[in-house]
Structure formats: C-alpha cells, structure tokens
C-alpha cells in the first residue's frame, strides 16, 4: 500500500513528545527460533535490516505538555498485585532501556506495517469529510499512529494504537453519514475528541511503561463497542450506557495523569487521595475494558449483553468518581467501598456473558494460542519475564526480554506454540514453546477469579486449553476450570 504523504501526519501536535513516549532508543533485526540449545531450551538466530527514516523534529504548533505526574505516599497504596502494572516511583523523562544497545533498526513487524497503512489510510480519507471542529483531532489522531511505526515501540503498544484508531474511523464514519441521528454525531464528535485526548495522554512518556500498555489496552478494548454505538439496530438504552462507560473510563483514565479537563497544572499534582487511590483506578480500568471486549462480540447473547452493560456503568461511573481529583474525601471513601461490592457483581456478570456465547471448539494449538496471546497484552512484562524465567530460550534470557507480544499455533505439531516477542535490543524474534509447561506457567499467573475481569472473551479459549489438559495429558491447569461461586 502506498505510503501516506507525511505532510498531513506531521502538521499535527506533538510529534517529537509523542515518539519519546512510544519509542525506546536503539533499532530491531528480525529473528526465527528454531534450534535447541545444549540444556533443552530454545535457541534462535537473527538476520538485520535496513534503518529507517529519522524522527520528525518538533511543530511550532506542539500544545502545552501534560504536567508530571505526583509522588503519591507509598504507604497509602494497598498490597500490589504482581500481576497489576507497577507503580512505584514513576519517571517523569522520557523511558529508556538500559539494554537497548543495538543501533541497527528495521520496520515494524510486516502485519503490523499493514495495520498501520490501513489505519492510516482510513483516517486520512475521513478527514477529508469530518467536521472542521475534528479536522485537527484527526491530524493528532494520525500523528500517534505514525508515531508508533518506530521500531523500537513494544509491539503491544504499537497494535493497541492501531486497533484504536481503526475503532475511532468507525465513528468518523458515522459523523461523516447524513443518515446519522443528529444527537448521535454530536455524542461521537464527543467521543472522538475525548478518546484521542485520553490516547495522546496514556502515551506520554512520564508514564510508566507497564502502565502505559495497559492503558493503550483498556482504550482499545473500550473504543471496540464504537461499531455497536453506531449500529442503528442497537437498542436505546444499550447504546447509551455503551457511551457513558467509554466517557466514565477514558476520562479515569486520563485524569490519573493530568488531572480533569480544564484543571491547572497545580491542580494536576495533586492524585487523589494518593497512591491507595490511584492503585484503585488501575486495578479497576483493566476489568471495565473487559466488559466491552464481551459485549461488542456479537456472540454474547443480548439479555447477558445488556445485563453486563448496566452493571459496567455502574462500576465505571464510580471509578470516574475516585479518580477525580475534585472528588471529596468523605465522598472518595463512599465510592470505594460502593465499588468494590459492584465490581465483583461484575466479574460474576462478566463470566455469565461469556460462557453464554455459541463458540466452536477450537483445537489444541489454536486454543492455547489465543489464550496465550491475550495473557500475554493483558499481563505485564515483569510478571511474565519473572513467571516464564524458566521456559525461554537460552539467548532471549541472555539477551533480555522486552516484550511477549502473542503466540501462534506451531506447524511442529498441536501440542506446540510459537511463541513471538521483542528482545532488549529491539529484536522482534520468535521461538517454538512447549503447550503444557507455558500454559501451566501462565494459569498460575492469572487465576481463574480474574480470567474474565483481564482477558475478557478470550478467557473462554483458556478454559479450552484447561479442558484438552486435563482429559488429554492429565495436566491441571491451575484453576482455570474451577467453578465460580456466585
């Protein structure tokens, strides 16, 4: 496809801050896995490519920069759950990668190079319609997009801002439609300006990089229910509460760093109520995004759909409400106990929707596949490099892992992965994992009691994997089939 004439892409604000957040210095070669080292582990080679052009340099248009974020008191903050993003002691410079030492670069992964031009593409052409108020909302929107296509940008990052955007283009669509109700095309205007704001924000660099890719997923995940928002045969009220929990959970989202909308930079410092607070919103945000993965499947069944959609705008409401910096003490407290009682009333709805969807069985390798893939986008890093220590190839331990990016079914036979990630020094590389010790391994990082509330959906291929375990190899994997108790 051919490449999108810059000169629209770079006219946008913030070019150069944005690649500092999604980038991390240094270039990737491209590698295949394929060999085994003397201790049984996987081993893998690796072939170099070309670089790629240089940054853009700033705009004399770049907006006021979000302020940095606060140092809450750590002793405020409840117990972190390892399988949480950290939280602790956040950067406020751009990140960098102590092994990214490699000064060779490549493009992105060829799939990902696609979505881009794609995304790209989609954008471009709906801006040529959109309303004048969007025209600039659309030029940032595109800037993120060319933004992530470094090579040094997490591949998990770089396809959550692509799935977005492609989410985002369904709306713009719909602006651009004279058949759209006139309130509606003023909702989605609504929704586009906000979502691209949120994206721009979660992206800043002061951000801390776990964080940061659980944030672009829960803004993917949450846009997903635009193509529904927009479908003129969704019903009244389902459409409406599908609107209040992108608006409740965006907005959370981007008031954790930068404080409400219109707010000054001294009120900005201030996080709410501290770290306990701010631990809250983060555990919350990842479950809410998990609603939306099940309800715009198509499979959920709509009572189950509409059941999850009031529930969600419940939970959400209550997390915009903690995360606001104007909220009350007293009021903060109320919202916190109110929203632990209806998040798990949540999760218990989130697995009745989905375990009420019609799927077909997948095979082994398929299963374990998707299910890997989703731990994987939903899990951070450290969690998994600490929980899979074991099981890596021999030179991604010496090299250093940056990024597990997905799995796909391996052509060596069903009981085997290939397993894709990005090393340290941006090496996009890949190697054949065994089903039974991975799938095991990640069961135990992810408990069947937050299945659904991290991986949505997907969580019904993971109870397949467990269940080809179990009856095939004898194998439990972890609790992943125990039943809820509701």
């Known amino acids: 496809m051919a490449k999108i004439s810059r000169q629209h892409i770079f006219h946008a604000a913030s070019a150069s801050f944005l690649a500092a957040a999604l980038a991390l210095p240094t270039g990737l070669t491209i590698a295949a896995a394929d060999s085994r080292s003397p201790n049984g582990r996987h081993d893998g080679t690796s072939v170099q490519s070309t670089d790629p052009p240089p940054s853009p340099p700033p705009t004399p248009s770049e907006p006021k920069k979000p302020a940095t974020p606060p140092s809450s008191p750590p002793d405020s903050a409840p117990s972190p759950d390892p399988t949480q993003p950290s939280t602790s002691s956040p950067d406020t410079t751009a990140p960098t990668d102590p092994g990214d030492t490699d000064g060779q670069k490549s493009d992105p992964p060829p799939e990902q190079k696609e979505d881009i031009d794609q995304a790209t593409t989609a954008l471009t052409e709906e801006k ?10 659309v030029e940032t929107l595109i800037t993120i997009i060319d933004m992530v296509e470094d090579p040094r940008t997490l591949p998990q990052d770089r396809q959550g801002v692509t799935e977005s955007a492609k989410n985002l283009s369904t709306a713009l669509a719909a602006i651009n439609d004279p058949r ?18 949120t994206l721009k924000v979660v992206s800043d660099p002061r951000v801390p ?25 969704t019903p009244r009220t389902l459409r409406d509460r599908m609107i209040a929990i992108m608006k409740d959970t965006t907005d959370a989202a981007e008031n954790g760093w930068t404080g ?4 000054s930079a001294d009120e900005s410092q201030n996080f709410p109520a501290g770290e306990g607070s701010r631990q809250t919103a983060l555990n919350t945000l990842l479950p809410v995004s998990s609603s ?29 409400k903690i995360s606001d910096p104007r909220t009350s003490d007293k009021e903060r407290s109320e919202a916190t106990k109110e929203l632990g009682e209806k998040s798990t009333r949540m999760r218990e709805q989130q697995e ?7 799927r077909p069985k997948e095979s082994l390798g398929k299963a374990a596949a998707l299910c890997t893939s989703a731990i994987f986008e939903s899990t951070p890093e450290s969690a998994l490099r600490s929980g899979l220590k074991k099981l890596v190839p021999a030179r991604w331990e010496d090299e250093g892992i940056k990024d597990f990016w997905k799995a796909k079914a391996s052509e060596k036979g069903n009981d085997m992965l290939d397993v894709l990630a990005q090393l340290r020094n941006n090496e996009h590389t890949q190697g054949p994992f065994d089903v039974i010790p991975l799938i095991t391994e990640l069961a135990d990082l992810v408990p069947h009691d937050r299945l659904f509330g991290s991986l949505g959906a997907s969580a019904l291929y993971c109870e397949q994997t467990a269940t080809y375990l179990d009856e095939e190899f004898g194998v439990t994997a972890g609790t992943w089939l125990t039943e809820s108790s509701e």
């Open 352 to 358: 009745r929707a989905a375990t009420a969807q019609e």
């Open 292 to 320: 939306s993965d099940i309800m715009h499947d198509r499979k959920t069944p709509p009572a189950d759909r509409e059941q999850l959609a009031k529930i969600t705008q419940e939970v959400s409401a209550l997390l915009k």
């Open 128 to 137: 040529e319609h959109v309303p004048e108020e969007l025209t600039s909302t």
């Open 209 to 233: 990089a776990e964080e940061r890719s659980m944030l672009i997923l829960v803004v993917a995940r949450t846009t997903s229910t635009l193509d529904m928002i927009c479908d003129p045969e």
């Open 260 to 263: 409400p909308r219109g707010s």
């Open 180 to 197: 759209t109700p006139p309130e509606l095309r003023q909702e989605l205007t609504a929704m586009v300006k906000q979502v691209t704001a």
